[in-house]
């Protein structure tokens, strides 16, 4: 089993030994009831790493009024098999205090043209707090390199803008989507889909194929390109897209044209569960499908 910790004192005592031992450090950074999509990045990391430290905090900063804070999914004792079963060394799981004393008062924010579109202006101060949450795992673990989905492309994104901004000493390492056979991509949040829901969200990766398709069949248009993907997911009516975007993968800014690798990113809600996908166009095709 991997050493649990809830202490940021523990954490160091542990890195710090490890790094005596001339060990590389590891972090994944989590918010728990982890999944498949995780462990590519926990095994990933085991594959690269001396120490694997993966950190397991559901971050209150990062959900914005009326979200699901209260409700998403927990389970420290089935994650914490899944952390064994990879081979991770230490878990730390702190409570919100551990993070946030009282009096704490430092926000960290990355601004410009990747928080200008997509998930941004549909949960405002979300990406504050994964920004904030991620600075203080950085300085508390001192990983050498931290590993993180491109499902949530744009927070690797902002990530590697904030990691790459404030010097921290560490590579950021992308880890491709993981999905279900029929394509969904795996998230904490499909448990919140009813059987039906689950048959629905389907749609979303079938659209952004849809999408890829529209591409690969020569189509550079953004707005056709989205049009393409929009028809497939727009044909499912358990699915209400919120954002449907086609942006540069590495500014994110809006593009008409496609010639460079872009990213075709959605959020939509199935059900009650809010899920995002994307795929990136035009570029090496790392998305694993399967
Ligand atoms: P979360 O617990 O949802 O905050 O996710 C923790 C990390 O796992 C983030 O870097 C996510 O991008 C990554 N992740 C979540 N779902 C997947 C997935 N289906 N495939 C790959 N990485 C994922």
């Known amino acids: 089993m991997p050493l649990v910790t809830k202490t940021i004192s ?75 079963e990879v081979g991770v060394d230490v878990v730390f799981a702190p409570e919100a205090e551990e993070m946030y004393p009282p009096g704490d008062s430092t926000w960290v924010e990355v601004t410009g043209t990747l928080v200008e579109g997509m998930c941004a202006p549909h949960r405002p101060g979300h990406f504050r707090g994964v920004t904030t949450v991620c600075a203080r795992l950085f300085n508390i673990v001192g990983p050498d390199r931290a590993y993180f989905g491109e499902k949530d492309y744009q927070q690797l994104k902002i990530i590697e803008r904030m990691a790459a901004d404030l010097k921290f000493p560490l590579a950021i390492v992308p880890i491709p989507t993981v999905r279900e056979p029929d394509g969904l991509a795996m998230s904490s949040r499909n448990v919140y889909l009813s059987s039906e829901e689950r048959k629905a969200a389907a749609a979303l990766h079938r659209g952004l194929r849809a999408g890829e398709e529209a591409f690969a069949q020569g189509e550079r248009n953004a707005a056709e390109i989205v049009r393409a993907a929009r028809r497939v997911i727009e044909a499912e009516p358990g699915v209400r897209l919120q954002y449907l975007e086609l942006r540069d993968a590495e500014t994110l800014e809006a593009v008409e044209r496609v010639a460079r690798p872009a990213v075709l990113a959605l959020a939509a809600f199935v059900g009650r569960a809010r899920l995002i996908d994307n795929v990136v166009i035009g570029g090496a095709d790392r998305q694993c499908r399967g």
């Open 10 to 84: 523990e954490v160091r005592e542990q890195v710090a030994a490890a790094r005596r031992a001339g060990r590389t450090i590891g972090l994944v950074p989590t918010m728990g009831a982890l999944h498949e999509g995780h462990l590519s990045l926990m095994r990933r990391a085991r594959e690269e790493c001396g120490l694997v430290v993966v950190s397991i905090f559901v971050n209150p900063t990062q959900f914005v009024a009326g979200e699901d804070l209260e409700r998403y999914p927990r389970d420290l004792p089935g994650d914490l098999r899944r952390c064994d």
